[in-house]
């Protein structure tokens, strides 16, 4: 699988010619540090300069993705790669359903789909620590954690039913300028799994073993960060082959200039 | 005779030898059932068996007599809005669609093949941990599962006893708080003993950013369940979801079991029924039974099985007994028997009596004082008789009552009274001036005190006019100025 992986890579960057260039459509994320809600050790990290897309990938850009690359529909896919839910909203391995719209976020993919897709532009899957130092902007402040309306809004969302029906672009923007990373979907990231959760939300732990979550857990920086919590714990149920109804993505895309 | 003697005796001797090993032929038995009892884990198991899975309030089929079985048991879990009371909509996070859960029934023994199925349509991971299970997390750690996907386990029930089950999933109490709870039975072998009727009631708190009664789509609310300021305290997840049509029923003679379980997340619930007292309550779910007990202790994440005949008809309301939760936070249920009454044991409502120990009129213990003549005088005796009737009214018909007939052992009566009768100005001087201690009217003994009444001379004349040409008196008429007379001799 190794190798498959690698030749595909190797093809998209033969062909990468024939792809249209991808840095419309993404903004500038300037790099700092910041305190995580799960860190190795509770330290601050470090993320990089990057550039993230505005969006999550559309149906209609995934679709454009399978038609030049016919490896990644759904009945050819490979199995090691994608469970039997991939794409599972497609009437068949070109069209959507009729009840799915074009301009909402391409959802029941894997992550080896999503990691594909990015590297055929020329990206790659953000990690959890670019994407959740994005994410925990709103729309006027860099880190509004602090915030109790912040939480609120997130974890509203949570309890609202269907939301990968909406279209992207429906929530405002946040100081990035980036879209929909509350509100739509969840998002494959790169490290999805390298904070580990059991299934054992309560377990006591020692600061030396793997992080595990606790609702009251002695490992989280945050104890009121909720919203936090549960995409920690969406991360730590998914396998990468999973395909699911409410997760999406989207791909960012290094810099070259390192401050 | 030699012959017969010998088989005689050899009849006797085998009949003896039969007799002794005979017995231990059934010593096995008696092992059989203690072997069991003292080490669940080795119960052997006997072919497999679906779970009937109900919702509240009914429960499953009682496992009899049945052996110990591979039980399998698909739970499915969903995420869907409900209604938690008029207009008031909640997202709750179910097990089996239901709030609390399917209920789960199982024997001590079985090795349960738990199958949690998360709906593709859910946003969250989910799991479980159940109180029946001996391991970690109680099976949660074994049962994290996406959507779209199902994780099996299996356990094997060690200990009889009513169990609660919940999600674990961080962050737990948000879980529990959106209705992730519900009762899984394990029940002894042989099952518990039988009752008429069964079922299945959970409390639960409810933590939303609107008021109790705001109307919408209510999200439900971190930091009020941190201060456990709940707005909603309901059985079976909703206002009323147990009221009305809803009630559960029951006929007069019916032995009722309730297995009764609390989700909190955070509040202990004081179970009690109104009109009724619990024959016996298997505390806290376990083996301890207590007897004639009124309102039972259920902690958060525990449960109690409450067991009560009903005698008589009527509905009985279910309540939290922290008592504002009852009336102003939803925890009310209803009980409705139908059958016949017994009066002796509750008669309901003998009468209604009219209580106006002093009447209306101003009246106090008795005095001297002085008192102011009335405006209007009578002018004849049909008036009299009307302004009497008027006065008696007023005054005296609290305790004389409204044909002078008194209350019996209470106030005498002034129908054919002989005591009223024998001595006119004794009267008047009795409405002027009260009277207390023992008399004998009509042979009857009455010792009490009559208060003196604040009527003018013209008022008294007229009162007594009317009752001694009332009710077969002696007709005597009465006059203002016999009244001041007896007024004057003081």
Same mark, same amino acid.
């Given at each position: 699988m190794k190798t498959k992986a690698f030749s595909l890579i190797i093809f998209c960057c033969v062909f990468q010619t024939f792809l249209f260039a991808q840095t419309e459509g993404m903004v500038y994320i300037e790099g700092s540090r910041y305190l995580p809600l799960y860190g190795r050790d509770s330290t601050v990290v470090e993320v990089n300069d990057f550039k993230m897309d505005v969006y999550p990938v559309t149906n209609k850009e995934f679709k454009q993705f399978v038609e030049k690359f016919p490896k990644w529909q759904k009945s050819k896919v490979i199995k090691l790669f994608a469970d039997d839910s991939y794409l599972s909203n497609w009437k068949n391995d070109l069209e959507l359903k009729d009840t799915e719209n074009p301009d909402s976020p391409v959802t029941y993919v894997s992550w080896f789909a999503a990691k594909a897709y990015c590297e055929c532009q020329g990206k790659r899957l953000p990690t959890v620590d670019e994407w959740e130092y994005v994410a925990m902007a709103d729309e006027t402040t860099k880190d509004a954690r602090v915030k109790p309306s912040y939480n609120e809004k997130i974890l509203s969302w949570y309890e609202a039913p269907r939301s990968n029906e909406n279209l992207i672009g429906q929530t405002p923007k946040n100081i990035w300028g980036v879209y929909d990373l509350h509100g739509l979907v969840w998002e494959w990231t790169l490290d999805f799994n390298s904070v580990l959760i059991t299934g054992e939300s309560r377990k006591d732990v020692d600061k030396d073993s793997n992080l595990f979550c606790g609702s009251a857990s002695v490992n989280a920086t945050d104890l009121m960060n909720y919203a936090a919590f549960m995409r920690y714990a969406i991360r730590g149920s998914l396998k990468a082959k999973y395909a699911m109804k409410n997760l999406g993505f989207r791909c960012v895309q290094d810099v070259n200039e390192k401050k | 005779m030699k012959t017969t003697q010998k088989s005689k005796r050899k009849l006797k001797l085998v009949k003896h030898l039969a007799l002794l090993i005979a017995p231990m032929f059934f010593v096995a038995c008696f092992n059989d059932k203690k072997e069991e009892a003292e080490n669940a884990a080795e119960i052997p198991v006997n072919q497999e068996m679906i779970a009937e899975l109900t919702a509240p309030p009914h429960v499953p089929t009682p496992v009899g007599t049945r052996k110990a079985k591979k039980l399998i048991v698909k739970m499915e879990i969903l995420e869907e809005e409900g209604e938690m009371t008029d207009g008031v909509k909640y997202v709750y996070w179910t097990f089996g669609g239901s709030v609390p859960g399917s209920f789960i029934r199982t024997r001590v023994g079985d090795e349960v093949e738990f199958h949690l199925q998360n709906h593709p349509? %859910?946003?969250?991971?989910? %799991?479980?941990? =159940?109180?029946?299970?001996?391991?970690?997390g109680g099976g949660a750690e074994s049962s994290f599962v996406a959507p779209g996907h199902s994780k099996v386990f299996s356990f094997k029930t060690l200990n009889p006893g009513l169990y609660v089950?919940?999600?674990?999933? $961080?962050?737990?109490?948000?879980? !529990? $708080?959106?209705?992730m709870y519900g009762l899984i039975l394990v029940e002894p072998a042989g099952g518990l003993p039988k009752v008429d009727k069964e079922y299945y009631i959970m409390q639960g708190d409810f933590y939303t950013k609107g008021a109790n009664g705001e109307r919408g789509l209510q999200p439900f609310d971190m930091q009020k369940a941190v201060d456990e300021h709940a707005d909603y305290v309901v059985f079976n997840g909703k206002v009323g979801a147990l009221t009305g049509d809803n009630a559960i029923t029951a006929k007069?003679?019916?032995?009722? /079991?309730?297995?009764?379980? +609390?989700?909190?997340?955070?509040?202990? *619930?004081?179970f009690h029924v109104i009109g009724e007292i619990f024959d016996k309550v298997h505390v806290e779910g376990g083996d301890m039974i207590n007897e004639n007990v009124q309102t039972t202790l259920i902690p958060a994440g525990g449960a109690a099985i409450v067991e009560f005949k009903v005698d008589v008809p009527g509905t009985f309301i279910l309540v939290d007994h922290s008592i504002f939760r009852a009336f102003n936070k939803g925890a009310l249920g209803m009980l409705k028997v139908e059958g016949e009454e017994d009066k002796k044991v509750y008669s309901g409502e003998i009468r209604d009596d009219i209580y106006l120990p002093e009447g209306p009129g101003i009246q106090t213990m008795p005095t001297t004082d002085e008192i102011v003549a009335s405006e209007v005088p009578?002018?004849?005796f049909e008036e009299q008789m009307e302004f009497g009737k008027q006065a008696y009214m007023q005054t005296c018909f609290a305790c004389h009552q409204g044909e002078g007939q008194g209350i019996p052992n209470a106030?005498?009566? =002034?129908? +054919?009274?002989?005591?009223? +009768?024998?001595?006119? %100005? /004794?009267? !008047?001087?009795i409405v002027l001036n009260g009277l207390t201690g023992e008399i004998t009217v009509n042979g009857e003994k009455y010792n009490s005190v009559m208060t003196r009444q *604040? =009527?003018? *001379?013209?008022?008294?004349?007229?009162? =007594?006019?009317?009752?001694? %040409?009332?009710w077969g008196n002696n007709g005597t008429v009465v006059t203002k100025e016999m009244v001041e007379k007896v007024k004057n001799k003081k």
């Amino acid at each position: 699988m190794k190798t498959k992986a690698f030749s595909l890579i190797i093809f998209c960057c033969v062909f990468q010619t024939f792809l249209f260039a991808q840095t419309e459509g993404m903004v500038y994320i300037e790099g700092s540090r910041y305190l995580p809600l799960y860190g190795r050790d509770s330290t601050v990290v470090e993320v990089n300069d990057f550039k993230m897309d505005v969006y999550p990938v559309t149906n209609k850009e995934f679709k454009q993705f399978v038609e030049k690359f016919p490896k990644w529909q759904k009945s050819k896919v490979i199995k090691l790669f994608a469970d039997d839910s991939y794409l599972s909203n497609w009437k068949n391995d070109l069209e959507l359903k009729d009840t799915e719209n074009p301009d909402s976020p391409v959802t029941y993919v894997s992550w080896f789909a999503a990691k594909a897709y990015c590297e055929c532009q020329g990206k790659r899957l953000p990690t959890v620590d670019e994407w959740e130092y994005v994410a925990m902007a709103d729309e006027t402040t860099k880190d509004a954690r602090v915030k109790p309306s912040y939480n609120e809004k997130i974890l509203s969302w949570y309890e609202a039913p269907r939301s990968n029906e909406n279209l992207i672009g429906q929530t405002p923007k946040n100081i990035w300028g980036v879209y929909d990373l509350h509100g739509l979907v969840w998002e494959w990231t790169l490290d999805f799994n390298s904070v580990l959760i059991t299934g054992e939300s309560r377990k006591d732990v020692d600061k030396d073993s793997n992080l595990f979550c606790g609702s009251a857990s002695v490992n989280a920086t945050d104890l009121m960060n909720y919203a936090a919590f549960m995409r920690y714990a969406i991360r730590g149920s998914l396998k990468a082959k999973y395909a699911m109804k409410n997760l999406g993505f989207r791909c960012v895309q290094d810099v070259n200039e390192k401050k | 005779m030699k012959t017969t003697q010998k088989s005689k005796r050899k009849l006797k001797l085998v009949k003896h030898l039969a007799l002794l090993i005979a017995p231990m032929f059934f010593v096995a038995c008696f092992n059989d059932k203690k072997e069991e009892a003292e080490n669940a884990a080795e119960i052997p198991v006997n072919q497999e068996m679906i779970a009937e899975l109900t919702a509240p309030p009914h429960v499953p089929t009682p496992v009899g007599t049945r052996k110990a079985k591979k039980l399998i048991v698909k739970m499915e879990i969903l995420e869907e809005e409900g209604e938690m009371t008029d207009g008031v909509k909640y997202v709750y996070w179910t097990f089996g669609g239901s709030v609390p859960g399917s209920f789960i029934r199982t024997r001590v023994g079985d090795e349960v093949e738990f199958h949690l199925q998360n709906h593709p349509d %859910n946003k969250l991971p989910h %799991n479980i941990d =159940l109180h029946a299970v001996t391991g970690p997390g109680g099976g949660a750690e074994s049962s994290f599962v996406a959507p779209g996907h199902s994780k099996v386990f299996s356990f094997k029930t060690l200990n009889p006893g009513l169990y609660v089950y919940h999600c674990a999933t $961080a962050p737990v109490g948000m879980h !529990i $708080a959106n209705g992730m709870y519900g009762l899984i039975l394990v029940e002894p072998a042989g099952g518990l003993p039988k009752v008429d009727k069964e079922y299945y009631i959970m409390q639960g708190d409810f933590y939303t950013k609107g008021a109790n009664g705001e109307r919408g789509l209510q999200p439900f609310d971190m930091q009020k369940a941190v201060d456990e300021h709940a707005d909603y305290v309901v059985f079976n997840g909703k206002v009323g979801a147990l009221t009305g049509d809803n009630a559960i029923t029951a006929k007069v003679g019916e032995t009722v /079991r309730l297995f009764v379980g +609390n989700g909190g997340p955070n509040l202990v *619930s004081s179970f009690h029924v109104i009109g009724e007292i619990f024959d016996k309550v298997h505390v806290e779910g376990g083996d301890m039974i207590n007897e004639n007990v009124q309102t039972t202790l259920i902690p958060a994440g525990g449960a109690a099985i409450v067991e009560f005949k009903v005698d008589v008809p009527g509905t009985f309301i279910l309540v939290d007994h922290s008592i504002f939760r009852a009336f102003n936070k939803g925890a009310l249920g209803m009980l409705k028997v139908e059958g016949e009454e017994d009066k002796k044991v509750y008669s309901g409502e003998i009468r209604d009596d009219i209580y106006l120990p002093e009447g209306p009129g101003i009246q106090t213990m008795p005095t001297t004082d002085e008192i102011v003549a009335s405006e209007v005088p009578a002018k004849s005796f049909e008036e009299q008789m009307e302004f009497g009737k008027q006065a008696y009214m007023q005054t005296c018909f609290a305790c004389h009552q409204g044909e002078g007939q008194g209350i019996p052992n209470a106030f005498p009566p =002034l129908a +054919n009274s002989d005591y009223l +009768n024998a001595d006119v %100005n /004794r009267a !008047i001087d009795i409405v002027l001036n009260g009277l207390t201690g023992e008399i004998t009217v009509n042979g009857e003994k009455y010792n009490s005190v009559m208060t003196r009444q *604040s =009527l003018s *001379s013209d008022e008294v004349a007229n009162v =007594l006019t009317y009752v001694y %040409n009332s009710w077969g008196n002696n007709g005597t008429v009465v006059t203002k100025e016999m009244v001041e007379k007896v007024k004057n001799k003081k």
